[in-house]
């Protein structure tokens, strides 16, 4: 399937994962960062362990929402939700820091319970007879930005400015 023959809206898709892909990095970075600010791997686990056990309720309500609301409204609010977490982890240290990387794990969790909004979306703008077809745009396009990025992104936090406040 050439790229024109896809439906607009799918492009758009598609385009998105494209521009997304390569901050992708940070799911990685947040777990080093938490560990050189001198937060135990113990410490770790039972900061995430509450978070879960709290997030279950929001869970539940913004689950229950979605189930008859627009997928996109869904999609929209998970970027929204994901950029206030980085925003809240970016502010966690000091004596605070507990705090704040409570709250964005937080969020970050009740995220992640929409992201099924995902595979909901592909059904509705992919062509439902190419849609194996559609799926290969969908993965080599965020894959070689991704390939293109990290080099990049590598050679910045690596050499240019490696200290942690960088990478925030």
Known sequence: MRWSELPKSARYYILYHTM????LFTW???FYDLLEEGYTVLELGILFTAINVLSIPAKFLIGRYFTFHDVKKGLLFIDVLES????????????????FVGISLLISDVAGTLYPLYQAYERAVYPEDRMKEALVWHMALPEAAIVLSYPLLGYVFGVLCPSLDCVR
């Open 20 to 23: 997304v892909a390569p901050l």
């Open 84 to 99: 206030t977490s980085l925003f809240f982890l970016y502010f966690a240290t000091g004596s605070l820091a507990p705090l």
């Open 28 to 30: 990685y970075t947040i």
